[in-house]
Each structure stands twice: as structure tokens, then as C-alpha cells.
């Protein structure tokens, strides 16, 4: 009787361990399918353009292996160098304004203020609107004639621009589109983190006389620490992936004044039918993007410490 | 004293939200300014501002010329079918990482987050030549999928981290089967997560300039790149180019005013963005 009343236990005890695995295992099932089109539309690519980097790839014509003579070939290009060289003065300012604007509006939208929904629903706008489209409303607002962006400079006494259409503006220009369609989504990381901010810090702090600047500097700071960086390797991505509104207003030019690596990317790939030298440049640019959001995670691991 | 400080504090804290929101009101109001002036209007300097009085021959100009309505029904087949694919494969697949806690699996989804839309296009541009593919929407359909299906993953694979196993189990204790379970417990709890995931492949989907600006051949533009197109061949026409891009971008826009609870909740869960 007590024995097997014990028998009936270990085995039920064993059952239940059991059943779970077979759980487990079954939950694949779920992920098959759409592991099946991830390896097709995404890891099949990444495989397929080392590959092709390895060899002298014309469109239409033959394929020949040439090992790593495309990097080294690509150490070479001068216009390849000076793209990476673009693409890290576009990204470094297309980062640190959206930051310190992102966090100005996410410690505005903070606030309970009439309206709020609204405004921050408009704010976000940008963000949401079709690249392509909005790319070409700011090539009409930059027409050094026309434009309606030299007549407000006019307004306010300052000489007109070129805008795009010289080669020291272009970057700043294309920087203050890029600033205008992505400083929402810092915004919004930066608020759901001051949403999850602790309370008591700031009534302590109340307490102690401390002034609004000093609650700020001494906890608000620290305690967004975390998702302040998150929100930099994010914009960092995005500012090295840039293409579609530098695409749409400038292709590049003038000259080559706004050529960025994604630019020169798609002018090897798709405009001079390269496609083994171009997917060595997808293999070098993926290495810079890798190589940057390690850096920054590094840091984010350094602030978690501090 | 200090009530005067307050409110011009207040007034302080009112200009400041003006000048914040005022960048973005201000493109769109001259987008739609645009499309609403005459040719002569859209030309003067000193710019008109206000459309007096407001014309829609631009509109019916973009209707007339372009195929801008097989361009738009492109755009609506491709946008449905990669948003419908990614939910019918990611949603079950988020469940599925969520159930086993596959953190790997997960890194493949950031990666594809990270590299640029660029380098998928190059491979998939040759094998879709092989295959035969090209000239029909499906190869734009396919790279659409590499857009929205991370999105769908990443924001389910959260959603379904956060419900309570506590239902589930209780199901799979009473006989259900895990698919019983997932299709009758979870996923009507997950409901909002579904929505919020589809909003946003859609719009990232419809967003998209660069696959199909690369695949499409004249018959199977979508509108981000009939848009563009027109640009190219047709400089100086401000009226039907602004109306032309206000109609593209029109839709996203409403569904971001209609789902903004929405949307907010997605994008500070994930940071997620297409391309």
C-alpha cells in the first residue's frame, strides 16, 4: 500500500518533468515557420554577400573568384574613404542634436500640461510620415530662389543659404532633415523612461532644499543613464543607415559632397552593376555598424557599474 | 510676486512645446499649402502662403497623369500582404521564444535590425533574376517581409513575456493541447500586442523607398517610388509634386493620429523602425 501509493508519486513526479520537455521541444513548432522565412529573406543574404565579396561580380556578365582583392581594392578608393568619412560627420550630428533635443521634449511631454496628448501625438508625426514624401517637400523649401526657407532667413536678417546646392551645406542641411524625422523616437525612449523614474528620490531631495536644476543634474540624469544609451546606439544605427531622404535630395551630390557609405553602396550595386565590390562595402559598412554599437554597449555596461 | 513668476513660467514652459512642435506643423502645412496653390502661387516670391483660392487641380492632375492609382493599389497589395505574412509567421514565433526562453534567437532579430536595408538587396535582386521573379509584386512582397517580420517578432516575443503563464497552464492541465492554448488563451489576451504590431509593420511596410525602388519594374512601382519618379522628370511642377506626396503619406499619418496610444506603446517598448 505505501509503497505503491510512493511508486504512484515517483512516477507522477517523474511525468510532470517529462511532459514539461516535451513542451519545450513542441514550441519549436511554432518557430519553424517563421525561422524558415527569416533564414530566407535574412540570414540567406548575409551568407550570400560574403560569398559574393569574394568575387569579381559583374550583373549580365561572368563571375570570377579573386579572394580578397575587393577589400583591398576598397582600401584604396579614395571616394570609399571619404564616404566613411561623411557618414561619421552626418552620424555625429544627426546623433548629439536629437539627443539633447530628444530629451528636452521628453521632459516637456513629462509634464501634465493641457493639450498634452495632442501635442506630443503632432510631435511624433514626423517620425511616421513617409520619408520619400516629406524628402520632397524640403527639396522644394531649399530652392535657393523660391524657397520658402531663404525668405524666413530673409525675415530674421540672415544671408540665404545654398542648402543642398553647395558642397559645405549639404551635410548640415541633410543633418537638419534627419533631426527633424528622428528626434521623436529619442523623445519617446527617453519618456518611457522617466515614466519608470522612483518617486522618493525627488521627495527626498524636496526636503533637502535641493532646486529643480540640482534634482535634475544629481538624480534625473543618473537614473536615465540607461536609457539615454539606449536611445544613442539606436540613433547611432539609424544615422549610419541613413539613405532614403539623402537619396531622394541629393543622390549624393553635389559631386560627390553628400556621398555617404550607403550611397556609394547603392551607386556600386545598382547604378555601375559592381556587385562584388559592392557587397565587400556591405561587409566593411556592417563591420563599422557592428564595431560602434559595441563601443556604445560598452559604455552602457561602464554606466550600469558607475 | 510669485504667482506672476508662475505664469510666466507657464508661458515660458507654452513656448517652449510651441517651438517644439512648431518644425513638424510647419512642413505639413506647407506640404498642404502647396498642393492647394496654382502653379503661379506655388512660383511668386515672397511665397503665398495661404491657397486664395484653394484649387484641387493639382489632385486631379496626379490622378491624370502616372498611373498614380495602379501605383496606390501596389502599394496597398504589397503593404497588406508583408504585414498579414508577418503576423500570421512572426506572432506564433514570438510565442514560441517567449515559451523557451530563446534569447539566441532573439540576437538574429536585432542583427536584422542593425543592417541596412541596402545589403539585403543585392542578393535577393539576383536570386529573384533567377527564379524568374521580376516584374510581379511578389519580389517586393518577399523583402517587405525583412521590414516588418522583426518588428512583428521583437514586439510579440515582449508581449507574450509579460502575460501571466498562470491561464495557460491551468488549459494545458485541463487537456489543451500547447496550439489550444496558444490559439484560445494567449492570443486573445495578446490582442493589443497584435495590434500594435501590425500598425507599425504596415507603416514601415508603406514607408519603404529602397526595395522597391530597386526591384519594381514600371508596372509594379509602389507610391514612395512613383513619387520619387516624379520628381526626377518633372523639377520644377510643386503643385502636383506636393499633392502626390501628401496623398502618399496621408494614410500613414490618420493612422497615427487614430492609434497614437498605440504607437507610443510600441515604439518605447522596442525602438523598433524599418529599413
Not at chain 1, 513542451?23 to 551568407?47: E, L, M
Request: glycine residues 6%; aromatic residues 12%; charged residues 10%.
Amino acid at each position: 500500500m505505501d509503497s505503491a501509493a510512493s511508486l504512484a508519486g515517483t512516477a507522477a513526479a517523474g511525468a510532470i518533468p517529462r511532459r514539461r520537455r516535451n513542451y519545450a521541444r513542441q514550441y519549436w513548432w511554432f518557430v519553424v515557420p517563421c525561422g524558415a522565412v527569416v533564414i530566407a529573406t535574412i540570414i540567406f543574404p548575409w551568407v550570400f554577400t560574403l560569398y559574393m565579396s569574394v568575387h569579381e561580380w559583374k550583373l549580365g556578365g561572368g563571375r570570377s573568384w579573386v579572394g580578397f582583392a575587393n577589400y583591398a581594392k576598397l582600401v584604396e578608393d579614395e571616394r570609399f574613404l571619404l564616404s566613411i568619412l561623411r557618414t561619421l560627420y552626418f552620424t555625429a550630428l544627426s546623433v548629439l542634436i536629437p539627443m539633447v533635443l530628444g530629451l528636452l521634449a521628453a521632459l516637456a511631454f513629462h509634464r501634465k500640461f493641457p493639450l498634452r496628448g495632442l501635442a506630443r501625438t503632432v510631435f511624433i508625426l514626423p517620425m511616421m510620415a513617409t520619408p520619400v514624401a516629406v524628402a520632397l517637400v524640403w527639396t522644394m523649401m531649399f530652392h535657393p530662389q523660391l524657397g520658402v526657407l531663404n525668405w524666413l532667413l530673409q525675415q530674421v536678417g540672415i544671408p540665404p543659404s545654398m542648402w543642398v546646392y553647395a558642397a559645405d551645406t549639404v551635410i548640415p542641411t541633410l543633418v537638419m532633415v534627419e533631426v527633424w524625422h528622428w528626434t521623436p523616437l529619442v523623445m519617446l525612449i527617453l519618456l518611457g523612461g522617466l515614466a519608470s523614474l522612483p518617486i522618493d528620490p525627488y521627495e527626498a531631495a524636496k526636503i533637502d532644499g535641493a532646486t529643480p536644476l540640482q534634482a535634475f543634474w544629481h538624480i534625473t540624469l543618473p537614473l536615465l543613464a540607461p536609457f539615454l544609451v539606449v536611445a544613442l546606439i539606436i540613433r547611432t544605427i539609424d544615422a549610419l543607415k541613413a539613405f532614403d531622404t539623402i537619396y531622394v535630395i541629393t543622390q549624393g551630390g553635389p559631386g560627390t559632397a553628400s556621398e555617404t557609405i550607403n550611397i556609394f553602396l547603392y551607386l556600386q550595386a545598382f547604378a555601375y552593376y559592381n556587385l562584388g565590390y559592392a557587397s565587400a562595402v556591405v561587409v566593411v559598412f556592417f563591420a563599422i555598424i557592428i564595431a560602434l554599437a559595441m563601443v556604445l554597449l560598452w559604455t552602457r555596461a561602464r554606466v550600469k557599474d558607475a | 510676486m510669485r504667482k506672476l513668476r508662475r505664469i510666466a513660467g507657464n508661458i515660458g514652459f507654452g513656448f517652449g512645446v510651441l517651438m517644439l512642435v512648431s518644425p513638424a506643423i510647419l512642413v505639413f502645412l506647407w506640404m498642404l499649402s502647396l498642393s492647394l496653390k496654382t502653379e503661379l502661387d506655388n512660383t511668386d516670391y515672397p511665397p503665398v502662403f495661404i491657397p486664395n483660392p484653394p484649387v484641387a487641380d493639382n489632385f486631379l492632375a496626379v490622378f491624370e497623369r502616372n498611373d498614380f492609382l495602379t501605383y496606390a493599389i501596389n502599394s496597398v497589395i504589397v503593404s497588406f500582404s508583408a504585414t498579414g505574412l508577418a503576423i500570421l509567421f512572426g506572432v506564433p514565433a514570438g510565442y514560441g521564444i517567449a515559451k523557451m526562453k530563446a534569447t539566441k534567437a532573439a540576437v538574429v532579430i536585432l542583427i536584422a535590425r542593425i543592417t541596412p536595408g541596402l545589403s539585403y538587396l543585392i542578393p535577393l535582386f539576383l536570386l529573384f533574376q533567377w527564379i524568374g521573379l521580376t516584374g510581379t509584386l511578389a519580389p517586393i512582397v518577399v523583402t517587405h517581409l525583412v521590414i516588418t517580420v522583426p518588428i512583428v517578432v521583437w514586439i510579440m516575443m515582449g508581449f507574450f513575456e509579460g502575460l501571466p503563464a498562470e491561464l495557460e497552464e491551468a488549459a494545458l492541465v485541463d487537456g489543451a493541447t500547447i496550439w489550444q492554448a496558444f490559439r484560445h488563451v494567449a492570443m486573445p489576451l495578446a490582442r493589443p500586442g497584435i495590434t500594435v504590431a501590425t500598425i507599425l509593420a504596415f507603416i514601415f511596410s508603406w514607408n519603404n523607398f529602397i526595395f522597391a525602388m530597386v526591384l519594381a519594374g514600371r508596372e509594379t512601382r509602389t507610391l514612395p517610388v512613383a513619387v520619387n519618379n516624379m520628381l526626377t522628370f518633372e523639377q520644377i511642377s510643386w503643385g502636383p509634386l506636393s499633392a502626390a506626396a501628401l496623398l502618399v503619406t496621408a494614410p500613414v499619418l490618420l493612422l497615427t493620429l487614430l492609434a497614437q496610444r498605440q504607437i507610443v506603446a510600441g515604439l518605447t517598448a522596442g525602438g523598433v523602425k524599418g529599413g
